[in-house]
């Protein structure tokens, strides 16, 4: 679902998550993130956080179109 879905939106990102860490079969490629269950709320809030990359309060720049 997600190759397709990324030749639709290129630059898509996408986190994997499993029980399992043999899960993962493939190397990650930019983009793509792996968190592995059980995981806290904040530990996935930081992985998407750290997916959409930096923000004003973590010392980003705002960008305008």
């Known amino acids: 679902?997600?190759?397709r879905a990324r030749?639709?939106?290129p630059g898509l990102r996408v986190l994997y998550m499993s029980s399992h860490c043999g899960d993962l079969i493939k190397v990650l490629e930019p983009g793509e993130e792996f968190i592995v269950k059980p995981f806290t709320a904040i530990a996935l809030a930081s992985k998407v956080r750290e997916l959409l990359g930096?923000?004003?309060e973590t010392g980003g720049t705002l960008q305008r179109s």
Request: glycine share 0%; proline share 11%.
């Open 7 to 9: 030749q639709l939106r």
């Open 54 to 56: 930096p923000t004003l």
């Open 1 to 3: 679902v997600f190759e």
